[in-house]
């Protein structure tokens, strides 16, 4: 697959080889910029990173360099922009990278990015596994021999022509969106001068919806399985409280050795994702199961020493807690699960567009 963005952005006049060339009639030196993407795939949660192909190749023309043997030329003397990929993981990134003047007749230079590696995500996993996340390509650019602190891409246009190889996760569609900035005055300082730029296209991204699927069938239904198994405490008798507690604790240990095996898929958040909340109410379910085996245990006993006459008490009071537990077990599901999964919905809509 390969995404193609292009663009420009300017530097000020200057006659020295080591400053911007010159332009007719002063101001910016004009640069196209071509963001080419070949692949993604590969996302990881635990890192928030993903793998990716991408070439990021600038051209602009020297006038100086007209007639010049390529072979002759020191770019560590001449300018030239280095534009420069802002979320790349370092630690597991490769950037080859080759200056060149393409046409020696017409001054036409290159800088060429060859990029493979991982690209950090904007990962929110809050609604996870009902999710999405942001792929993007975030771009900057500095300029050799010139202290320039802030250098944005001009506004262009970026297209799919294939598909990313990411399992688990649906893209947007076939049009990545760009990101742009409204503000036409960005203002950009050099040791020359200050100057402005166009409107700036400073990362082109794409939106991706996880498809859940195996976490509702291998996560979320086996918590639930695990609860249902639960509630056959209900049918032991009302004195009987080791049987009782015996089921809720061995379903409250599997719930916690599963919780356990998930979380070493998933990175440590500073949040509950929607699948810790749906565990967490179960967990509750459970603790209120083992409250009220104990109060069914002690107005049984009372029964049965007179104290309460009402024989039937302790049936009704074991019904009633299977009632509001699995009444609380489904109030709870639909308040965690169901907002998510209908946000969900509206964004698998707005990606198969």
Sequence with gaps: MASVATGSFGFPDSENLKDPPPQLG???????????????????????????????????????????????????????????????????????????????????????ISFTGRLQVALDMRAFPFDSATISLDLSCSSAGQSISEVALKASVARFSGAMSLEEWLIAGDSPKEKLDLDPRMKVTSDVESFELDFALEQVAWKVVRQPGYYKYKSLLLTYFLLFLSFSHYAYENDDL?????????????????????????????????????????????????VLAVAVKLVQDKIDNGSIT????????????????????????????????????????????
């Design 26 to 112: 002063g101001g910016a030196v004009p640069v196209e910029v071509k963001v080419v993407i070949m692949a993604v795939s590969a996302m990881d949660a635990l890192t928030k990173t993903v793998s990716a192909q991408a070439f990021v190749d600038s051209y602009w023309y020297d006038k100086r360099l007209i007639g010049k043997k390529p072979s002759e030329l020191d770019w560590a003397q001449i300018w030239h922009p280095q534009p420069s990929i802002q979320n790349q993981d370092s630690s597991t990134s490769n950037n080859e990278i080759a200056v060149k003047l393409n046409n020696s007749e017409t001054g036409k230079c290159a800088y060429l």
């Design 310 to 353: 009402t024989t039937n008490l302790g049936d009704k009071l074991n019904l009633y807690g299977m009632v509001a537990t699995l009444g609380l077990c489904a109030l709870g599901n639909l308040v965690f699960l169901v907002p998510a999964a209908i946000k969900q919905s509206a964004e698998f809509k707005e990606v198969l567009k």
């Design 242 to 290: 080791p049987s009782k507690m015996d089921v809720i604790l061995n379903v409250f240990l599997a719930t916690v050795a599963f919780l356990l095996v998930a979380s070493q898929n998933l990175p440590t958040l500073p949040y509950l994702s929607t699948l810790d909340k749906v565990i967490m109410c179960n967990f509750t379910i459970l603790l209120l199961e083992a």
